[in-house]
């Protein structure tokens, strides 16, 4: 009897002293993850009806920011909000900034890309410049483009003055557009840098588009906005010449970024890119001044139209379609669809909670 009376006082003081020891025992729940799943499967749910339907493509073509929000909140649940991005074809507003620029020059640059407010595929497009001293004033943050109306500014060369503003504007995703004549010392200084410029010695002014067809290379997608721009169709632009370029001795080299060159072996660049280049951000644009005295002539008229759809493409290719401006939260997720209209594009749902 007294040793069942010792095991029965054994099993009740292990229970106390367990017992006491879930004091110090923290459990480990993990969460499930299948809220997280259920909010991104109705995100791409909704992308994949509107597109299916017609909607998503509709709203996008006429900007309609409103319809498209209220489409979205109707699906997603209260505890979250979201941001839609645009990306692979032209923004639909293209902020310029002229930097330093005269009237004079800010006149001449609207001259070059009119009309201002077109149509693209359907989509309206509205450019926007505006003059500013970057001497005094910080970059807008909705500018897209900074354009130096030649390389020197205030007697100086404009781009290396600036240089620490520009590298701001690129590292955000916005970009430089550079028109002017060249010299060795500007492709092998801060321009050659920022643009990817070598040099050689300079060469006939006419030109050509580099490629039409091939997708990877720049010159493909600015030659799609120089056809539609132009009422032309991308075969035509086979035999569109550019004649009217001062020389250039920037060299045309092997890769994916010359816009318009010279034909025949140890070609020229007359209109140039670069991408990546502050942070893998950025894009630049350099187009070699041409003859500009009279932008009724056809041959002024063919660079005036190139010039335009370089700055197309210099716009980004990237915008949101928000009613109010909003940056998503560090923790998101995104989900997407190509969308296959009149043009290629990406748009891409980005949702965050709102509490947490």
Same mark, same amino acid.
């Given at each position: 009897?007294?040793?069942?009376?010792?095991?029965f006082?054994?099993?009740i003081a292990?229970?106390?002293?367990?017992?006491?020891?879930?004091?110090?025992?923290?459990?480990n729940?993990?969460?499930?993850?299948?809220?997280?799943?259920?909010?991104?499967?109705?995100?791409?749910?909704a992308?994949?009806?509107?597109?299916?339907?017609?909607?998503?493509?509709?709203?996008?073509?006429?900007?309609?920011?409103?319809?498209?929000?209220?489409?979205?909140?109707?699906?997603?649940?209260?505890?979250?909000? +979201?941001?839609?991005?645009v990306?692979?074809?032209?923004?639909?507003?293209i902020n310029?900034?002229?930097?330093?620029?005269?009237?004079?020059?800010?006149t001449?640059?609207?001259?070059?890309?009119?009309?201002?407010?077109f149509?693209?595929?359907?989509?309206?497009?509205?450019?926007?410049v505006?003059?500013?001293?970057?001497?005094?004033?910080?970059?807008?943050?909705?500018?897209?483009?900074?354009?130096?109306?030649?390389?020197?500014?205030?007697?100086?060369?404009?781009?290396?003055?600036?240089e620490?503003?520009?590298?701001?504007?690129?590292?955000?995703?916005?970009?430089? =557009?550079?028109?002017?004549?060249?010299?060795?010392?500007d492709?092998?200084?801060?321009?050659?840098?920022? +643009?990817?410029?070598?040099?050689? &010695?300079?060469?006939?002014?006419?030109?050509?588009?580099?490629?039409?067809?091939?997708?990877?290379?720049?010159?493909?997608?600015?030659?799609?906005?120089?056809? &539609?721009?132009?009422?032309?169709?991308?075969?035509?632009?086979?035999?569109?010449?550019?004649?009217?370029?001062?020389?250039?001795?920037?060299?045309?080299?092997?890769?994916?970024?010359?816009?318009?060159?010279?034909?025949?072996?140890?070609?020229?660049?007359?209109v140039?890119?670069?991408?990546?280049i502050?942070?893998? &951000?950025?894009?630049?644009?350099?187009i070699?001044?041409?003859?500009?005295?009279?932008?009724?002539?056809?041959?002024?008229?063919?660079?005036?139209?190139?010039?335009?759809?370089?700055?197309?493409?210099?716009?980004?290719?990237?915008?949101?379609?928000?009613?109010?401006?909003?940056?998503?939260?560090? =923790?998101?997720?995104?989900?997407?669809?190509?969308? +296959?209209?009149?043009?290629?594009?990406?748009?891409?749902?980005? =949702?965050?909670?709102?509490?947490?």
């Amino acid at each position: 009897m007294k040793g069942f009376a010792r095991i029965f006082e054994s099993i009740i003081a292990s229970v106390v002293i367990l017992t006491s020891l879930t004091f110090f025992l923290v459990p480990n729940i993990k969460a499930s993850g299948w809220e997280d799943a259920t909010i991104q499967t109705l995100a791409q749910d909704a992308l994949e009806s509107a597109y299916l339907n017609g909607t998503l493509t509709r709203y996008v073509n006429t900007d309609n920011v409103t319809s498209l929000y209220t489409l979205m909140s109707q699906v997603l649940p209260k505890s979250v909000d +979201f941001s839609i991005e645009v990306s692979g074809t032209v923004n639909n507003i293209i902020n310029i900034v002229c930097v330093d620029c005269t009237d004079d020059n800010v006149t001449e640059l609207k001259t070059m890309l009119i009309p201002l407010d077109f149509s693209y595929k359907d989509r309206n497009i509205s450019i926007r410049v505006q003059k500013l001293s970057l001497a005094i004033n910080d970059v807008p943050k909705d500018t897209n483009i900074l354009v130096f109306f030649g390389k020197v500014v205030n007697g100086a060369n404009g781009i290396k003055t600036y240089e620490t503003k520009i590298n701001s504007t690129l590292s955000n995703g916005g970009s430089v =557009v550079l028109l002017s004549d060249l010299t060795q010392q500007d492709a092998q200084g801060v321009i050659g840098n920022m +643009f990817n410029l070598s040099w050689s &010695n300079p060469a006939s002014p006419t030109s050509k588009f580099d490629d039409l067809y091939d997708g990877r290379k720049v010159s493909h997608n600015v030659a799609r906005y120089y056809a &539609n721009t132009s009422s032309k169709n991308l075969a035509d632009l086979s035999t569109v010449d550019f004649t009217v370029f001062h020389q250039s001795g920037v060299i045309a080299d092997s890769d994916l970024k010359n816009i318009a060159k010279s034909t025949g072996a140890n070609s020229k660049a007359f209109v140039r890119a670069n991408y990546n280049i502050v942070n893998s &951000n950025g894009r630049s644009v350099w187009i070699n001044d041409y003859t500009r005295t009279d932008h009724n002539d056809r041959f002024t008229k063919t660079i005036d139209n190139l010039t335009k759809a370089s700055i197309m493409w210099a716009s980004g290719e990237k915008f949101k379609l928000d009613i109010i401006k909003k940056e998503p939260a560090p =923790v998101n997720f995104r989900t997407g669809i190509l969308v +296959f209209d009149k043009d290629v594009y990406t748009v891409e749902l980005i =949702v965050w909670r709102i509490y947490f």
